[in-house]
């Protein structure tokens, strides 16, 4: 009988969570403005890249940075990559860098970056990667997130979610005074 109550209790606190989770996840929310302080939290740090190598942020300072926040076990977040190692290739010659900050585990990242030939930089960024998503405007914590970040190192614009790629790349063009 009580373990009937719990299984019972347990399937109707998940059936909660499962349509709460649905509603929050299909809403669209718009970034809140980034802090004064959130890329110099980013340029702070030294991540492990996919390959297990300490890089530093501070040595992509200068250029106009599309920051992707993601994870393995993000469906949308997987379904842009395709998208997202295009737009590194055609925009490489104009001064933008696309990086991945994986909010995931260093093996989870590396396997992930092999099996689908992402061709820009990914790191393992875990809580830190949350952190700072949220300090450029990640007000729910959601993934995936984006942040455009100019060569002065100000978050210029940033989004919530599947990215549109015609919108992403046209902010592009207009906010990257450095071409």
Known sequence: MMNKRF????????????????????????????????TQQLFGLTLNDANAKPQAM????????????????????????????????????????????????PSNI??????????????????????ISQAMGNKTGGLPFTALISAEGKVVKAYSGRLKMPE???DIQRLNTKK
């Open 110 to 131: 590396a396997d992930f970056a092999k099996k689908y030939q992402i061709s820009y930089p990914v790191f393992a960024a875990g809580m830190d990667g949350t952190s």
């Open 7 to 38: 299984t019972l209790s347990a399937i109707l606190i998940g059936l909660v969570f499962a349509v709460l989770g649905a509603t929050v996840g299909a809403k669209k929310f718009e970034p809140a403005p980034a802090s004064d302080s959130a």
């Open 58 to 105: 501070k040595q992509w300072q200068g250029k106009f940075l599309v920051v992707n926040f993601w994870a393995t076990w993000c469906k949308p977040c997987v379904e842009e990559m395709p998208e997202l190692v295009q737009l590194q290739k055609d925009l490489a010659a104009n001064n933008v860098q696309l990086l991945g900050l994986g909010i995931d585990t």
């Open 168 to 170: 992403l790349r046209a």
